[in-house]
Structure formats: structure tokens, C-alpha cells
């Protein structure tokens, strides 16, 4: 679907070729912990169908996809604790954000003060 690339880790993920730290998993939706964390709690939450970017996710995606994704980064907030202190969400998409893995995910940050937005 929009020129998905195959080879890209986290369909490496998804196809079991490669490990991850799982931190929950359902219908449509894997979580795991980012391997290079930028905060004490940094997860990552992404679809298991094939979309490289959100973009592609909100074109082509079922409301049920959708909502599911919505709903599990809440549910991994929660797991984690950070739901009171609070999280940031970030999703990056395309060149200009350099997301750098062509299969959606929403990073889940949190368990310190993050700072500013932007660097
Ligand atoms: P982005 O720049 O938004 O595409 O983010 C890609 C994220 O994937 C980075 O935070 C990486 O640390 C993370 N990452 C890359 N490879 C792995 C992996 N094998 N397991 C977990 N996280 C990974």
C-alpha cells in the first residue's frame, strides 16, 4: 500500500525476523520499547497492517484500525504509569519530520519533564 517497503524493521518485527521488548499486542496493533530511549519511559506503538507513514494510515486505514491505534497508545501510557505526570505523543512523517522507520508509529515519551516541543 503506498509504496510500502517490505524490508523496512519494524515489518522485520512484525514477520518475527527480528525481537523486540513487547509491551502489548492485539488485532491490529503491536507496542514495544524503542531501542534508543530518549526518556525513561519511550515506547513505540504501531499498526500491523502495512502503512509507511500517517498519512497513508488515515487515507487507507479502517475506523476500526484507527480507533484501535488511538486507543492503545492510551493503554500503553497507562501501563507505564505516565498518565498523571502526563506523555508526549510524537509521529513522524516524511522527510521534513525525519521519521527514519517507513512503517507508521506513534513514540510514546515520558517519566521526567520533557522540555520544549522543539530542540
Ligand atoms: P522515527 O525517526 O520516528 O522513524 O523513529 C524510529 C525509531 O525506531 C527510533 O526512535 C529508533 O530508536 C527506533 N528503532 C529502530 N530500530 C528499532 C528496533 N529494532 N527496536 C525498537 N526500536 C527501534
Redesign the pocket.
Known amino acids: 500500500m503506498d509504496n510500502y517497503d517490505e524490508k523496512n ?2 515489518n ?2 512484525l514477520n518475527k525476523e ?4 513487547e509491551i502489548e499486542s492485539d488485532e491490529y496493533t503491536l507496542s ?7 526518556a525513561p519511559v ?1 515506547a ?1 506503538i504501531i499498526p500491523k497492517n502495512k502503512y509507511k507513514d500517517f498519512s497513508s494510515f488515515s487515507k487507507n486505514a479502517s475506523d476500526k484500525e484507527i480507533a484501535n491505534f488511538c486507543r492503545s497508545i492510551f493503554s500503553v501510557a497507562k501501563k507505564k504509569g505516565i498518565l498523571n505526570n502526563g506523555y508526549r505523543i ?3 512523517c516524511g522527510p521534513d ?6 512503517h507508521l ?1 506513534a ?1 510514546v515519551l515520558g517519566g521526567k519533564n520533557l522540555g520544549p516541543m522543539l530542540c
Open positions: 524493521i519494524f522485520k518485527i527480528i525481537k523486540c521488548k514495544f520499547e524503542d531501542i534508543n530511549k530518549q519511550h513505540l510524537i509521529i513522524n519530520s525525519n521519521q527514519e522507520v517507513p508509529h513514540h
